[in-house]
């Protein structure tokens, strides 16, 4: 495989991990993935961010959210963001904090 189609096939796979994270699982919730992945939809927004940076084109933490998410975060705190449990919140503490 040359380097080429290797970079289209892992930007498709990026994609449909970002439409999967954001339109057929928007239940699944920041924190619970952080929690079970370490990782979540912020983290993967960032990692856009930087690699926009990284590559001279400006983008803020926002700008990268609003890229990735497809809307602001608080279009998307609004739409589907739920409180999290203590559970949740107290596993995030244990292993973030």
């Known amino acids: 495989m040359d380097d080429q189609t290797r970079i289209e096939i892992e930007a ?15 239940d699944a919730q920041n924190i619970d993935m952080m929690n079970l992945a ?19 084109i400006a983008m803020t933490k926002d700008e990268g959210r609003e890229a ?20 949740a919140q107290a596993a995030f503490k244990d292993s973030h904090g």
Request: proline letters at 0%.
């Open 12 to 26: 498709a796979a990026f994609r449909r991990l970002q439409k999967h994270l954001m339109e057929d699982r928007t």
């Open 38 to 56: 370490g990782f979540c939809r912020n983290c993967l927004a960032r990692w856009y961010q930087e690699a926009a940076n990284a590559r001279g």
């Open 68 to 87: 990735f998410y497809g809307m602001t975060m608080a279009e998307w705190k609004a739409n589907y963001q739920t409180e999290a449990s203590a559970e």
